[in-house]
Nanobody, 115 residues
Framework: QVQLVESGGGLVQPGGSLRLSCAASVSIVRFYSMGWYRQAPGKQRELVAGIGSGGTTNYADFVKGRFTISRDTAKNTVYLQMNSLKPEDTAVYYC?????????WGQGTQVTASS
């Protein structure tokens, strides 16, 4: 059974930074890919950033240059460094892992950028 546990969300002023962590219960090198998604109230869940099994990364246009996804395979953890946060970044952020038998999701962590 795969478990993903997110942490690091919180309240930050616009322009501030947060780092999210996603700890997996299995070796993350097994996954085809991992990623961060977000869902704001009344909106659909959307991809923020992804990292493939080989380490290739991809980003949504609205976070390019501000967010960075990375991983530590020794700790089975994926990170999302978020800089220059904007009020429109406010959402619940979810960790995702894609494996041979489907998608796995964490419970989500709230990120709020507000003054």
């Amino acid at each position: 059974q795969v478990q993903l546990v997110e942490s690091g969300g919180g309240l930050v002023q616009p322009g501030g930074s947060l780092r999210l962590s996603c700890a997996a219960s299995v070796s993350i090198v097994r996954f085809y890919s991992m990623g961060w998604y977000r869902q704001a109230p009344g909106k659909q869940r959307e991809l923020v950033a992804g990292i493939g099994s080989g380490g290739t990364t991809n980003y949504a246009d609205f976070v390019k240059g501000r967010f960075t996804i990375s991983r530590d395979t020794a700790k089975n953890t994926v990170y999302l460094q978020m800089n220059s946060l904007k009020p429109e970044d406010t959402a619940v952020y979810y960790c995702n892992a894609r494996w041979f038998n489907g998608d796995y999701w964490g419970q989500g962590t709230q990120v709020t950028a507000s003054s």
